[in-house]
Each structure stands twice: as structure tokens, then as C-alpha cells.
T-cell receptor, first 116, second 115 residues
Framework: GAVVSQHPSRVICKSGTSVKIECRSL??????MFWYRQFPKQSLMLMAT?????????EQGVEKDKFLINHASLTLSTLTVTSAHPEDSSFYIC????????????FGPGTRLTVL | AQKVTQAQTEISVVEKEDVTLDCVYE???????LFWYKQPPSGELVFLIR??????QNEISGRYSWNFQKSTSSFNFTITASQVVDSAVYFC????????????FGQGTILTVHP
């Protein structure tokens, strides 16, 4: 149980385009989802926290207009990188917690974004 | 504020050696959870263990063991008889009851096990 999927696993796009990444909880209702970014040889950096049906809370320094997060249902959250640039190239990971697992996050497999 | 420190950036060992990965944490919460994750080259985080602040019993799972000491705010991870497949980045993380559900990650330790 507690499986989180991400789609796509890998995406390459041209500079200026927007990219949408989906995060789904497959067998539980995700009351809260988290989005992380990880640069090579670095730790995970939390970008934002989203609760179903409400606006995401962004960490300091993360541009909310650049990284649009939508958590429209209890099983789906999306991260849209708008007008992507090469510096947005990174590994994006989502995680989710359920109503009975508030202190444990279940992680998706990650999405590797490369912006040319 | 919460903080997790993994002082060892990279560790290199030869197969069959034992290796200990250090983790020191800071929190003002009295209720908290500590985690270890493994991140192989594929990138997907693999959950290894969760330990709550009220349970200081050491735990052993196969070749893995964890030593939790509240007195020194440490939660160290030992791999016995390391294998090449253990090569990965290992992260220690902390969840505190006042952290709004957020996890605080350490910087990670890159473990390379040579044949």
C-alpha cells in the first residue's frame, strides 16, 4: 500500500515552454502533498506544500508564478513549471501523506526535467 | 527550527566492510520522528526506517541496524558486511510535531562500496 506515482518520469523541453508534472496517490487519499526539487549531489529542497482544495503554501524563495501547484483532488496534485529555462532543469519529487499517516511521507519516483 | 546534519559527505568502503553513517539532529519538539532513506542512482527514495522520539530501542533489520541516542541527538545507521548494491545516497530526515507535516532532510551521505 501507500504508492505514489509521478508522470512523466523524464521530460526534455525547449526553453520557454511549460511543463506539467503529475503526482498521484494510487491507493490512499492524500490529504497533503509536498513538492521537492533536487539538484545533482544535493539534498531535497522543499518547494511547496499543498492541501486538497486549497492554495499551496510555498517555501521562501520559490516563485509561485513560476511553479504552479494544483491539488484538485485527494489523489492528484500537479506541478507546472511555466516558461521553463535551463536553470529549472532538476529532479522533481512529490510526496504525500494520508489521514492516518500524518507523520510519514510516501514518495513518488521523481521526474527528471531537462530544459534545453 | 529543525536541523539535520550528516557530516560525512562521501564514504568509500570495500565490500564486506562495516560502515556507519552518522546523523545528528536538532529540534525543540518533544514528539518527533526520525527517518532514513536510500536514494539509488535511479533517484527514487527508498524508505528504510522510521523511529519515534519515545522509542530509543535500537533496531536491526538484516544487515542494517540503527542506533538512536536522545542524549546525543543522534540516529546513526550501520550497514554490516556492505555490498556493492548498497552504493547510494543515504538521507536522514526529521519530522517534528510542530513542523506542519514537513520533513527536514540532512545533506545526504554518498556511500560507494567497491568490489
Amino acid at each position: 500500500g501507500a504508492v505514489v506515482s509521478q508522470h512523466p518520469s523524464r521530460v526534455i523541453c525547449k526553453s520557454g515552454t511549460s511543463v506539467k508534472i503529475e503526482c498521484r496517490s494510487l491507493d490512499f487519499q492524500a490529504t497533503t502533498m509536498f513538492w521537492y526539487r533536487q539538484f545533482p549531489k544535493q539534498s531535497l529542497m522543499l518547494m511547496a506544500t499543498s492541501n486538497e482544495g486549497s492554495k499551496a503554501t510555498y517555501e521562501q524563495g520559490v516563485e509561485k508564478d513560476k511553479f504552479l501547484i494544483n491539488h484538485a483532488s485527494l489523489t492528484l496534485s500537479t506541478l507546472t513549471v511555466t516558461s521553463a529555462h535551463p536553470e529549472d532543469s532538476s529532479f522533481y519529487i512529490c510526496s504525500a501523506t494520508g489521514p492516518s499517516s500524518y507523520n510519514e511521507q510516501f514518495f513518488g519516483p521523481g521526474t527528471r526535467l531537462t530544459v534545453l | 527550527a529543525q536541523k539535520v546534519t550528516q557530516a560525512q559527505t562521501e564514504i568509500s568502503v570495500v565490500e564486506k566492510e562495516d560502515v556507519t553513517l552518522d546523523c545528528v539532529y536538532e529540534t525543540r519538539d518533544t514528539t518527533y520522528y526520525l527517518f532514513w532513506y536510500k536514494q539509488p542512482p535511479s533517484g527514487e527514495l527508498v524508505f528504510l526506517i522510521r523511529r519515534n522520539s519515545f522509542d530509543e530501542q535500537n533496531e536491526i533489520s538484516g544487515r542494517y541496524s540503527w542506533n538512536f541516542q536522545k542524549s546525543t541527538s543522534s540516529f546513526n545507521f550501520t550497514i554490516t558486511a556492505s555490498q556493492v548494491v548498497d552504493s547510494a545516497v543515504y538521507f536522514c530526515a526529521l519530522w517534528g510535531c510542530t513542523s506542519y507535516g514537513k520533513l527536514t532532510f540532512g545533506q545526504g551521505t554518498i556511500l560507494t562500496v567497491h568490489p
